[in-house]
């Protein structure tokens, strides 16, 4: 790194402002230096990186021809607190012209599902908070295949703004990408920590899986307190996205216009033919766009898409969203919100209390990345990365203290 690179960053830093960090990802290795390096890339630093599929990811989004959230040498640090200034950057990451369709918009809502999808209501354990997804043992759940993308996208967002949780950042992505395509507005609130260690992750095996049907469904959202009309409601975030064999097994998107919401997912669940897939893959079933050439991509849905119209009770409530946008966005707002707040314990004044959720674990706001290694014993299967393990037993030291007296 050059001499004048190296007096620029600290004339950053007395600014109050934090130089953009690059990284060079080589077997084994990953370099980290300032913007103006031959070899940059905008992507997280070393500390941030969580294990090796988030090393994968990177590599994988690291062209110099990927539009990266931001584009100035310096960023000035946020004040805590300042939601706006999230969302904003937020904003500023949907435009990844080297991804799929263009955007991380459906990525990021994905990864807000599945951080919050995890909620069991009769054990009250897994949901939106701790953002377990940054351990091995959730976030290399196969349910969660590809999601290390969405974190990575996210990783220069919580470097800008180190005072927001991980658990509050996915959940305010997802929040914020899908009004901006096109969406409706879903109330949000903060308040979720971070898991200081892996101790206290769910099981795997509570997410859907998309080659079951209609009691799978029931299982699964039953468990999370869901009846059937929220079942379907949720299931219309399938508007956006697609589906990639090397991830979830299936391929093809759900609709015309992946990256734009609306309630297409239901119309065409109803309007067209749909028949197995002929290939050496999972069972799914494909149909032909209207006005398609017969080149074209194919459209696709799950079995447990249409098992929405093969049932008795699920299919009134997907022929009412066909036919009514407006209570398709209505409906869908209330049940994301709902979705995102499983495993957050609010008091009267909807001020979370982390000390009344059983996942607590310390008093910390947000804890650190997982290192690509184990880290200390104790703290977890996997380890925490120092030197915040030592923080974080110190301030769960204290808590257990207060709570004595």
Known sequence: MRGGTRRADKAAQSRGEVPLRCVRIEPGVLHSCSLDCPASTLDPSPSTITSTTDIQAARSISSPTITRPHTLK???????????????????????????????????????????????????????????????????DPANAGLQ???????????????????????????VAIEAMGGPQIPWRAGRTDFADDSRLPPRGRLPDGAQGADHLRHIFYRMGFNDQEIVALSGAHNLGRCHSDRSGFEGPWVNSPTRFSNQYYKLLLKLKWSPKKWDGPFQYVAK?????????????????????????FRPWVEKYAEDRDAFFNDFSKVFAKLIELGVYRDEDGIARADKMKQYKGEYKSAPQKPPVPGAPGAGKDGEANPLARQNRIAHQQINAKARL
């Open 289 to 313: 766009a209207p006005g398609a050439d017969d080149d074209d991509e194919q459209l696709m849905m799950l079995p447990t898409d249409y098992s929405l119209i093969q049932d008795d009770k």
């Open 149 to 175: 993308h969405a974190r990575v996208f996210l990783e220069p967002i919580k470097e800008k703004h180190p005072w927001i949780t991980y658990a509050d950042l996915w959940t305010l992505a997802g929040v």
């Open 74 to 140: 310096t960023f000035a640090m946020s004040k805590t607190g300042d939601f706006e200034a999230v969302k904003k950057d937020i904003l500023a990451v949907l435009k990844q012209p080297e991804y799929d369709d263009g955007s991380a918009g459906p990525v990021l809502v994905r990864l807000a599902w599945h951080a919050s999808g995890t909620y069991c209501a009769q054990s009250d354990t897994g949901g939106s908070n701790g953002a377990g997804m940054r351990y091995e043992a959730e976030g290399g």
